[in-house]
């Protein structure tokens, strides 16, 4: 019955914006300091021995990054405020991510349970990695996955003892000078997955991580780059939270995903970043021939969110797929979209963003659909639809979509609506009082997308709507 | 026990399109308000559930005693107040089901939640009482519907919700034989000793299915003339206009002075 996981649902995770907002006081064992150096980018090596190639990408990467400027001629000035010599780079407990809960030390394990971790993993994930700050403090995988030879770990276990794979794709999806937060986190790195999917291979539950920010004036720059080899199925999932600190918190990550020909990979994000979150995230997928990449994207929280998940279709009859759903409330800037780059023939997109803004909150799209004049056949569909709660919420588009030749097609649909004083009055009528009215019609509006996520994050993400919808009305 | 209104008069802006409304229905009774468009029935069926456009600037609701104009729509309608609106909106993404287990749960006490495999078992009770198919409640509510399957949701609303008092604004219209008869069986279904019904209409044709106890002749926003059936088919013949010359303007009429209804 698909309406079980209707309106009501029982509560299966627990990471709303209140069941996130405490934190620990943990002794840290690396302590990168205050501020962004050279001295900064060799304790990170350091402390995490690497290796003389990664110490040297590093460095080219904070060059670029003390380069180039802050894109504020096109994105928000807000990123003028974010004071890199304030935040701390690197705070980690130790350098290996524990098997079983048991390893894992005993506050960062409370923070783990208090945000339904352990009891996620128990019900329904292949594997789960969990990141406190700057490193994983837990890691593990279904046994029977690691006998068919996928590999599920930290980044710098990837690199470490997998160095064949993870050299040849690391940087090589979205390189340093890809942008300045792309070079900043290619300096300082830490954490986030590595996963490789052996040719033919189906991973049939999803992969999870919990990126968790624990320390104030903290930066958590973590990398995931997953590889699905040919023929592969993956779906990799990941929750982040942190708690409400009175200064800025950053958080840029970056992500490069490798679908060889005929895999697939469906990459899903639910954050619930607390309102004084810079985030700021780079995420890009490569499909070959016949593969698919799927973004399926949910931002809710964050102070300004800049994210833009890309599918660059390098092979024939590749797929690239983005559903996005952004909620911006007072004092929040969801800058978020999608782009897809056709370079090949009969290659297919699909991008369907929604945002909703209540209060002064504001969202904008930003899309990136390029078809060069040389390809045929090649389709791109792209739906953007914005709901507007309050007078004073703002939203913005900008679709970019550059078709060349006519042996393509491309559709675009946009849409602005409210939800009219009518609707909420009919609704009323039947019972509903107002606030449960408007978050039902947000739902509502949201409601074909949340289909997409699996049920237990979908269950969660109507009660995330609902919480950001109380005390909207009036 | 009733829905009593008693001396009405309401707004809209600036505009007074309620005039003195008196009128009381009782639980087990059925009454029917016809009248000429722009009456005012409308607008009548509006104030009672507490509709924000309108202002009330004179007299009283009291449900079974109760004081209504007071209280929030959303309290009204779990009070027992059912209006199936004349043009009922569209609600995207948010099937018939889901809609109802919320209103559904929304009459629970706090801390109460709703049994889905007996909500689902009403349902479909109902549904198939009414001679809908089953699938028609996975449908987002009103989004894309025709005229007809806009009024068998309301239909199938009022009975899922089962009102205290339920009041129909012009659910007749537009309507072809067959869902017009939806709609009467709907109504004939719930009628019992525990409800009360106003149905609003302009046309005798509802009534041949629904036989109601009383029938008003509202015009300009008031009642101008009550009987039983019989009145309704008097107008189906003479039509509106004789009582219009002799009510229409409010300085002509009897009652403009004081406002009450003989």
Same mark, same amino acid.
């Given at each position: 019955?698909?309406?079980?996981?209707?309106?009501?649902?029982?509560?299966?995770?627990?990471?709303?914006?209140?069941?996130?907002?405490?934190?620990?006081? *943990?002794?840290? !064992?690396?302590?990168?300091?205050?501020?962004?150096?050279?001295?900064?980018?060799?304790?990170?090596?350091?402390?995490?021995?690497?290796?003389?190639?990664?110490?040297?990408?590093?460095?080219?990467?904070?060059?670029?990054?003390?380069?180039?400027?802050?894109?504020?001629?096109?994105?928000?000035?807000?990123?003028?405020?974010?004071?890199?010599?304030?935040?701390?780079?690197?705070?980690?407990?130790?350098?290996?991510?524990?098997?079983?809960?048991?390893?894992?030390?005993?506050?960062?394990?409370?923070?783990?349970?208090?945000?339904?971790?352990?009891?996620?993993?128990?019900?329904?994930?292949?594997?789960?990695?969990?990141?406190?700050?700057?490193?994983?403090?837990?890691?593990?995988?279904?046994?029977?996955?690691?006998?068919?030879?996928?590999?599920?770990?930290?980044?710098?276990?990837?690199?470490?003892?997998?160095?064949?794979?993870?050299?040849?794709?690391?940087?090589?999806?979205?390189?340093?000078?890809?942008?300045?937060?792309?070079?900043?986190?290619? !300096? *300082?790195?830490?954490?986030?997955?590595?996963?490789?999917?052996?040719?033919?291979?189906?991973?049939?539950?999803?992969?999870?991580?919990?990126?968790?920010?624990? !320390?104030?004036?903290?930066?958590?720059?973590?990398?995931?780059?997953?590889?699905?080899?040919?023929?592969?199925?993956?779906?990799?999932?990941?929750?982040?939270?942190?708690?409400?600190?009175?200064?800025?918190?950053?958080?840029?990550?970056?992500?490069?995903?490798?679908?060889?020909?005929?895999?697939?990979?469906?990459?899903?994000?639910?954050?619930?970043?607390?309102?004084?979150?810079?985030?700021?995230?780079?995420?890009?997928?490569?499909?070959?021939?016949?593969?698919?990449?799927?973004?399926?994207?949910?931002?809710?929280?964050?102070?300004?969110?800049?994210?833009?998940?890309?599918?660059?279709?390098?092979?024939?009859?590749?797929?690239?797929?983005?559903?996005?759903?952004?909620?911006?409330?007072?004092?929040?800037?969801?800058?978020?979209?999608?782009?897809?780059?056709?370079?090949?023939?009969?290659?297919?997109?699909?991008?369907?963003?929604?945002?909703?803004?209540?209060?002064?909150?504001?969202?904008?799209?930003?899309?990136?659909?390029?078809?060069?004049?040389?390809?045929?056949?090649?389709?791109?569909?792209?739906?953007?639809?914005?709901?507007?709660?309050?007078?004073?919420?703002?939203?913005?588009?900008?679709?970019?979509?550059?078709?060349?030749?006519?042996?393509?097609?491309?559709?675009?649909?946009?849409?602005?609506?409210?939800?009219? !004083?009518?609707?909420?009055?009919?609704?009323?009528?039947?019972?509903?009082?107002?606030?449960?009215?408007?978050?039902?019609? *947000?739902?509502?509006?949201?409601?074909?997308?949340?289909?997409?996520?699996?049920?237990?994050?979908?269950?969660?993400?109507?009660?995330?709507?609902?919480?950001?919808?109380?005390?909207?009305?009036? | 026990?009733?829905?009593?209104?008693?001396?009405?008069?309401?707004?809209?802006?600036?505009?007074?399109?309620?005039?003195?409304?008196?009128?009381?229905?009782?639980?087990?009774?059925?009454?029917?308000?016809?009248?000429?468009?722009?009456?005012?029935?409308?607008?009548?069926?509006?104030?009672?559930?507490?509709?924000?456009?309108?202002?009330?600037?004179?007299?009283?609701?009291?449900?079974?005693?109760?004081?209504?104009?007071?209280?929030?729509?959303?309290?009204?309608?779990?009070?027992?107040?059912?209006?199936?609106?004349?043009?009922?909106?569209?609600?995207?993404?948010?099937?018939?089901?889901?809609?109802?287990?919320?209103?559904?749960?929304?009459?629970?006490?706090?801390?109460?939640?709703?049994?889905?495999?007996?909500?689902?078992?009403?349902?479909?009770?109902?549904?198939?009482?009414?001679?809908?198919?089953?699938?028609?409640?996975?449908?987002?509510?009103?989004?894309?519907?025709?005229?007809?399957?806009?009024?068998?949701?309301?239909?199938?609303?009022?009975?899922?919700?089962?009102?205290?008092?339920?009041?129909?604004?012009?659910?007749?219209?537009?309507?072809?034989?067959?869902?017009?008869?939806?709609?009467?069986?709907?109504?004939?279904?719930?009628?019992?000793?525990?409800?009360?019904?106003?149905?609003?209409?302009?046309?005798?044709?509802?009534?041949?299915?629904?036989?109601?106890?009383?029938?008003?002749?509202?015009?300009?926003?008031?009642?101008?003339?009550?009987?039983?059936?019989?009145?309704?088919?008097?107008?189906?013949?003479?039509?509106?206009?004789?009582?219009?010359?002799?009510?229409?303007?409010?300085?002509?009429?009897?009652?403009?002075?004081?406002?009450?209804?003989?």
């Amino acid at each position: 019955m698909a309406e079980e996981q209707g309106i009501a649902g029982e509560d299966l995770l627990q990471l709303d914006r209140s069941a996130g907002d405490f934190h620990y006081d *943990v002794k840290y !064992a690396y302590d990168a300091g205050v501020g962004l150096s050279e001295e900064t980018v060799d304790y990170i090596c350091d402390a995490k021995n690497d290796p003389t190639w990664l110490r040297d990408f590093r460095k080219r990467a904070l060059e670029i990054f003390l380069r180039e400027p802050l894109p504020t001629h096109w994105a928000s000035e807000q990123l003028a405020e974010i004071d890199f010599s304030q935040i701390r780079y690197y705070l980690a407990h130790g350098q290996r991510a524990g098997r079983s809960w048991d390893e894992v030390p005993e506050e960062v394990k409370r923070t783990f349970e208090r945000l339904g971790v352990p009891e996620q993993e128990r019900k329904f994930l292949a594997g789960v990695e969990a990141q406190f700050d700057s490193e994983a403090a837990y890691s593990n995988m279904k046994e029977a996955l690691r006998a068919q030879g996928v590999i599920f770990v930290g980044s710098t276990e990837g690199l470490h003892k997998h160095p064949e794979l993870f050299r040849k794709w690391f940087g090589k999806v979205i390189p340093p000078g890809d942008n300045k937060f792309a070079a900043l986190n290619s !300096a *300082v790195f830490s954490g986030g997955s590595f996963i490789y999917v052996p040719p033919g291979v189906k991973v049939s539950h999803p992969l999870q991580a919990y990126f968790r920010i624990n !320390a104030e004036s903290f930066g958590q720059f973590e990398r995931t780059l997953i590889i699905a080899d040919e023929g592969s199925e993956v779906t990799y999932m990941e929750g982040c939270t942190a708690p409400r600190f009175d200064t800025a918190t950053l958080h840029s990550a970056v992500v490069e995903l490798v679908a060889l020909p005929g895999a697939k990979i469906q990459y899903i994000t639910v954050q619930n970043w607390s309102p004084n979150v810079f985030n700021l995230v780079t995420k890009r997928g490569m499909a070959m021939e016949n593969a698919e990449v799927r973004w399926i994207d949910c931002n809710i929280g964050s102070r300004l969110t800049m994210k833009y998940p890309a599918v660059i279709l390098r092979g024939r009859k590749a797929r690239g797929e983005v559903l996005s759903i952004a909620l911006a409330n007072s004092g929040q800037h969801q800058d978020t979209g999608a782009k897809m780059i056709h370079l090949a023939d009969e290659t297919t997109s699909n991008i369907i963003a929604k945002s909703i803004s209540i209060g002064e909150g504001r969202s904008s799209y930003r899309g990136m659909v390029r078809i060069p004049n040389h390809l045929k056949g090649c389709k791109n569909n792209t739906e953007c639809d914005a709901l507007l709660i309050n007078t004073s919420s703002r939203t913005d588009t900008y679709p970019a979509i550059t078709l060349r030749g006519n042996r393509s097609a491309v559709q675009h649909e946009a849409s602005v609506s409210k939800i009219s !004083a009518e609707q909420i009055f009919y609704m009323r009528q039947r019972g509903l009082p107002e606030s449960e009215a408007m978050s039902l019609s *947000v739902n509502g509006f949201v409601n074909d997308l949340v289909r997409e996520f699996p049920m237990e994050y979908s269950v969660e993400l109507k009660r995330l709507i609902d919480l950001e919808m109380e005390g909207s009305v009036g | 026990m009733s829905l009593q209104i008693c001396d009405l008069h309401a707004r809209i802006a600036d505009r007074e399109i309620l005039r003195g409304i008196s009128l009381e229905i009782r639980l087990g009774q059925t009454h029917a308000i016809m009248g000429p468009n722009g009456s005012g029935k409308s607008t009548l069926a509006k104030v009672i559930s507490g509709h924000p456009d309108y202002e009330v600037t004179q007299g009283s609701v009291l449900l079974d005693g109760v004081p209504l104009l007071e209280r929030e729509p959303d309290e009204r309608a779990r009070m027992g107040v059912f209006l199936a609106f004349q043009y009922p909106c569209e609600i995207p993404g948010v099937s018939i089901a889901n809609f109802l287990r919320a209103a559904a749960q929304a009459r629970l006490p706090e801390g109460e939640s709703l049994s889905v495999t007996d909500f689902y078992q009403k349902l479909y009770r109902e549904m198939d009482a009414l001679g809908m198919q089953r699938n028609f409640s996975s449908r987002p509510l009103n989004a894309g519907f025709s005229g007809g399957e806009k009024k068998r949701a309301e239909i199938l609303q009022m009975a899922m919700l089962r009102p205290r008092y339920g009041i129909l604004d012009e659910t007749d219209s537009g309507l072809d034989i067959d869902a017009l008869k939806v709609v009467a069986n709907g109504v004939n279904r719930l009628r019992g000793p525990e409800v009360g019904f106003l149905i609003i209409t302009h046309y005798q044709r509802l009534l041949d299915y629904i036989t109601p106890d009383f029938v008003h002749v509202m015009v300009e926003g008031r009642i101008v003339q009550s009987g039983g059936p019989e009145l309704a088919l008097e107008l189906e013949r003479h039509g509106y206009g004789s009582l219009e010359e002799r009510y229409g303007s409010s300085k002509l009429s009897p009652l403009a002075e004081t406002g009450t209804q003989g």
